[in-house]
Nanobody, 124 residues
Framework: QLQLVESGGGLVQPGGSLRLSCVGS????????IGWFRQAPGKEREGILC????????NYADSVKGRFTISRDIAKNTVYLQMNNLKPEDTGVYYC?????????????????WGQGTQVSVSS
């Protein structure tokens, strides 16, 4: 059974950092495009960052460009979202999702499989 599990969320002060993890089971993450999404209270879910299966294509939402990065640990079948210089507007539930795309990724794609989400709160 294909499953994604996010972790690493929590409460952090503005300017702080967090690293979220997305662990895959039942499939190999390195063959899939990975998307990170977030949903702030009272708002629609938005795509913030994605990378293709090959890693050759990465897209960022303007709101996180220069602050968030994505990486993979193939041995651990895990994808990470490194978030630096966090702001209160980064607060929300963060989700990872996968799509069987090798060469591209999109922030507005529907994605095939989703994790359950992890809460990130940025507040002083």
């Amino acid at each position: 059974q294909l499953q994604l599990v996010e972790s690493g969320g929590g409460l952090v002060q503005p300017g702080g950092s967090l690293r979220l993890s997305c662990v895959g089971s039942g499939f190999q993450l390195d063959f899939y495009a990975i998307g990170w999404f977030r949903q702030a209270p009272g708002k629609e879910r938005e795509g913030i960052l994605c990378t293709s299966g090959s890693g050759g294509s990465t897209n960022y939402a303007d709101s996180v460009k220069g602050r968030f990065t994505i990486s993979r640990d193939i041995a651990k079948n895990t994808v990470y979202l490194q978030m630096n210089n966090l702001k209160p507007e980064d607060t929300g539930v963060y989700y990872c999702a996968v799509d069987p795309s090798w060469s591209r990724c999109g922030l507005d794609w529907t994605y095939d499989y989703w994790g359950q989400g992890t809460q990130v709160s940025v507040s002083s």
